[in-house]
């Protein structure tokens, strides 16, 4: 199973960006999605999750300024950024529970990471 993370970049603060990452390999099924962020000299932090129902949770820091959402037929999740602070600066991580053909069991994978830079 491989998770490729796409859409980082730099932006200017009060501005957005949409995150992706696309879940790949032998899936039965994929249950929480996720984006993570670590900020240089922090600890990874989680950002938002959502379930294979739809059912979404969010760290106090992004909500109201942060939708995450999926498409399970393509199993992909999706981040959109609004109102972005320079704080939000980080390398966004995803994160898939995923169930693998011929298993029983969801063992996490994690995407590479894509860079988000919220500077003037």
């Known amino acids: 199973v491989q998770l490729q993370a796409s859409g980082g970049g730099l932006v200017q603060p009060g501005g957005s960006l949409g995150l992706s990452c696309a879940a790949s390999?032998?899936?039965?099924?994929?249950?929480?999605m996720g984006w993570y962020r670590q900020a240089p000299e922090k600890e990874r932090e989680l950002v938002a999750m959502?379930?294979?129902?739809?059912?979404?949770n969010y760290a106090d820091s992004v909500k109201g300024r942060f939708t995450i959402s999926r498409d399970n037929a393509r199993n992909t999740v999706y981040l959109q950024m609004n109102s972005l602070k320079p704080e939000d600066t980080a390398v966004y991580y995803c994160?898939?529970?995923?169930?693998?053909?011929?298993?029983?069991?969801?063992?996490?994978?994690w995407g590479q990471g894509t860079l988000v830079t919220v500077s003037s």
């Open positions: 390999g032998s899936i039965f099924s994929i249950n929480v």
């Open positions: 994160k898939a529970n995923v169930v693998v053909i011929g298993t029983r069991y969801g063992y996490n994978y």
């Open positions: 959502i379930t294979s129902g739809g059912s979404t």
